[in-house]
């Protein structure tokens, strides 16, 4: 697609604008009953992004600094490697500050990443499992790099800019609502993809907040955080990438909780279904993952935790199947109630 270069100031320009689209997102109460018990547990709610997902927050940040720091200069071609929603805040920032966006992709994500980062004017290449998957795909664009000129590589598994943009947003955000309504979080819980909402969620909490129980969140068919290396499969995309990124310090949160893929599913569909909320598998396994740090936690603690995306992007998955129930998983016994909205609160740090 032929790309219009734009002065640099009409670049800065835009990137402030799509500051008003990116971030300052809602927090949802949400009440449910586990056990007879009744609950509540806040989400932000990240699927109302620019492009319905949190990622938009690390893009925009990451994006928006190379060109602060002289790193991306118009005509550059942005390349990066994704399992798929930061390939599609990518492709479209990038095409919004008028870049040219190449994706390198593992081929066995669902079809509606590809074609919504495709519908962004950005060009999709499929890494196989033989070319290396993730890894692979991390790899690619390296050599991408190497062998063409004016190549800007955002390198999300590996940019401290990643959590950076969760530390100066996201984590000031859910203080900031909680705060008014009189609350002060106890706990965080997040998927671990990068590594960026974890880690730089907890930065600032814990600054904060110095007891607060920070637990990072994998797949349990796919318990790579645990073992150290890949192991087994799973199908919550954009968790658990077969390999732990250099941005995560595992050292530095609490236990790992492991939340198996299929009660994810049942999870994100009773989202839908009973409240209306169209989010992603992900989002499921990360509201089951605070229900577990909740368990474990005095009655009435505060947890919080992240809606990462909408369900639109699974339309061909299995959140659109039917799952088959087992006796271990907990979304049986939860029955969501209601939920509140806490307003968007632009914080000042």
């Known amino acids: 697609m032929k790309t219009t270069l734009k002065a640099p100031d009409e670049v800065l320009k835009q990137f402030d604008s799509l500051l008003e689209l990116v971030g300052n997102t809602p927090l949802l109460a949400v009440t449910f009953s586990y056990k007879k018990t009744v609950r509540t547990l806040y989400a ?7 492009t319905g997902s949190i990622k938009d927050r690390m893009a925009l940040h990451l994006l928006r600094g190379a ?6 200069v118009p005509g550059d071609t942005i390349v990066e490697a994704t399992s798929g929603n930061t390939g599609i805040s990518v492709a479209a920032i990038g095409r919004a500050v008028g870049h040219p966006v190449t994706i390198y992709m593992p081929d066995w994500m669902s079809s509606e990443r590809a074609r919504l980062i495709e519908s962004y004017g950005a060009r999709i290449i499929p890494v196989s499992r033989e ?15 190497d062998r063409e000129k004016h190549i800007y590589l955002p390198k999300q598994f590996a940019n401290d800019g990643n959590p950076k943009a969760h530390a100066v947003t996201t984590g000031p955000e859910i203080c900031e609502q ?8 106890d706990a965080f819980v997040a998927g671990v993809g990068t590594g960026g909402t974890i880690m730089g969620v907890s930065e600032f909490l814990r600054s904060r907040y110095p007891k607060i129980k920070l637990h990072p969140v994998e797949p349990a068919e796919s318990p790579t955080l645990s073992t150290g290396h890949k192991v087994g499969c799973h199908r919550i995309q954009g968790i658990s990438d077969e390999f732990i990124p250099p941005i995560l310090q595992l050292d530095t949160l609490d236990e790992v909780l492991a939340v198996s893929d299929g009660d994810s599913i049942l999870m994100a569909q009773k989202l839908g279904r009973k ?3 169209g989010v992603g598998i992900s989002s499921g396994c990360n509201f089951l993952a605070a229900v577990m740090a909740q368990n ?4 009435g603690s505060v947890v919080t935790t992240i809606f990462c995306d909408d369900n639109k992007k699974y339309l061909s998955t299995s959140l659109f199947q039917e799952e088959l129930v087992h006796s271990t998983y907990l979304s049986p016994d939860i029955e969501l109630l209601d939920f509140q909205v806490i307003g968007r ?3 000042n740090i």
């Not at 932000?44 to 620019?50: F, G, P, R």
């Not at 474990?296 to 009655?299: A, D, K, N």
């Open 296 to 299: 474990q936690m005095p009655e």
């Open 44 to 50: 932000k709610a990240e699927y109302l992004n620019l």
């Open 345 to 347: 609160i632009r914080p």
């Open 178 to 185: 909680l705060r008014s309504q009189g609350l002060a979080p």
């Open 67 to 72: 060109y602060l720091k002289g790193e991306l």
């Open 275 to 277: 409240l209306g909320l």
């Open 131 to 145: 070319e290396g998957g993730f890894l692979g795909s991390i790899r690619l664009t390296e050599q991408h790099r």
